[in-house]
């Protein structure tokens, strides 16, 4: 069974940094366009970065030149590093994996991330 386990959330001061972690089991990294989304309390989920060998990575306009998005393959791994976090960022993150052929997509249980003073 496929799984996708996100960590590295928690609570932040704004101007602060975490960096998460999905950890895939059960696919290959490389066959997918791997991703992150994020949704706030009545807010709809919204894509943050997203990142494919051989097409390169894509970021939320709110995101570009805080959030970095890099994966390794060989550990099946995919990270989200954010730096100059904002209140706004507050928000449950959730990794994503999509077959690039074939279309079938998998979701992680999401992680916390709260920017507070």
């Known amino acids: 069974q496929v799984q996708l386990v996100e960590s590295g959330g928690g609570l932040v001061q704004p101007g602060g940094s975490l960096r998460l972690s999905c950890e895939a089991s059960k696919i290959i990294f490389k066959f997918y366009n791997m991703s992150w989304h994020r949704q706030a309390p009545g807010s709809p989920r919204e894509l943050v970065a997203s990142i494919t060998d051989g097409e390169g990575s894509h970021y939320l306009d709110s995101v570009k030149g805080r959030f970095s998005i890099s994966k390794d393959n060989a550990k099946n791994t995919m990270y989200l590093q954010m730096d100059s976090l904002k209140p706004e960022d507050t928000a449950v993150y959730y990794c994503?994996?999509?077959?690039?052929?074939?279309?079938?997509?998998?979701w992680g249980q999401g992680t916390q991330v709260t920017v507070s003073a």
């Open positions: 994503h994996a999509e077959h690039l052929a074939l279309g079938y997509a998998y």
